[in-house]
């Protein structure tokens, strides 16, 4: 015998918006706040206890996870993936109180495909395309590489 699955809808859910924020649709955003003048590209999901500070662009494909504060001005490109559960027992951890909190500083532009761990990141920042950051970035710069790298100052 076959059985049907079970289908969630995408949509935009107990958002809290500042003025004049753009989303395109499809997208998948609930539970967080978006600031004023903040753009979501399309196939982005967003999820509770986020904020995204005002003027910040996300582009396409690019998934949010809980607990992420992206400050002002930021530029996040396409494909970027935040993660804040890291598998410290080898498996994925149900209790989201001790998941980390990624925290990203002001005038910080992430590339295309960078994937962002348990980390802060401090202002005027720019992570290369296709990066891993693995730990915290405490010093203004431009960062690449797996595990990013500081390369030069801005």
């Not at 662009?57 to 002002?72: A, D, R």
């Not at 027992?89 to 989201?96: L, R, T, V």
């Not at 109180?97 to 005038?107: A, E, S």
Request: aromatic share 8%.
């Amino acid at each position: 015998m076959m059985s049907s699955p079970k289908y969630g809808k995408v949509g935009i859910v107990d958002v809290e918006f500042g003025e004049n924020v753009k989303i395109i649709e499809p997208s998948n955003i609930y539970g967080c706040y978006l600031s004023d003048d903040v753009f979501i590209g399309p196939f982005v999901e967003i999820q509770k206890n986020t904020r995204i500070g005002a003027g910040t662009k996300i582009q396409s494909h690019t998934f949010v996870c809980e607990y992420v504060n992206i400050g002002e001005s930021c530029f996040i490109g396409h494909g970027v993936m935040f993660a804040n559960d890291m598998f410290k027992e080898g498996k994925p951890n149900p209790n989201p109180n001790t998941w980390g909190r990624i925290n990203i500083g002001n005038n910080v532009t992430i590339g295309s495909n960078a994937t962002i761990l348990d980390v802060k990141i401090c202002n005027n920042v720019v992570v290369g395309a296709g990066s891993v950051v693995t730990r915290d970035i405490t010093e203004s710069g431009i960062y690449a590489g797996n595990p990013a790298k500081k390369l030069r100052d801005l």
